[in-house]
């Protein structure tokens, strides 16, 4: 599976930014996707996953009420919809995809990854 995230830019506190991850490869809706993030001088951290058939989702506490993520395994495709952003979401967004739920926050369980886009939050 390769991964392509697009959809990062500079947007102002409060503001919206839709994440895109579009997948190539076979058997798409066998994977389970997560976003994950760098903030600069921080160690990359988990944002977001979801289940094979978009049943089941969870993020971290610091997104919860502001960012959703969600699929379409029509169009091999993953979404983060962040809203009221503040700049301590400013990172290096990265989507990733792996086969097991279990313990979706741990980056070891994802197989492959997306070069990642640059989102900046102004204040």
């Known amino acids: 599976v390769q991964l392509q995230a697009s959809g990062g830019g500079l947007v102002q506190a409060g503001g919206s930014l839709r994440l895109s991850c579009a997948a190539s490869g076979a058997d798409f809706s066998s994977y389970v996707l997560g976003w994950f993030r760098r903030a600069p001088g921080k160690e990359r951290e988990f944002v977001a996953a979801i289940s094979w058939a978009g049943s089941t989702t969870s993020s971290a506490e610091s997104v919860k009420g502001r960012f959703t993520i969600s699929r379409n395994n029509a169009q091999n495709a993953v979404y983060l919809q962040m809203n009221s952003l503040k700049p301590e979401d400013t990172a290096v967004y990265y989507c990733?995809?792996?086969?097991?739920?279990?313990?979706?926050?741990?980056?070891?369980?994802?197989?492959?990854w997306g070069q990642g886009t640059q989102v900046t939050v102004s204040s």
């Open positions: 990733a995809a792996g086969r097991i739920y279990t313990n979706y926050k741990a980056q070891s369980q994802y197989d492959y």
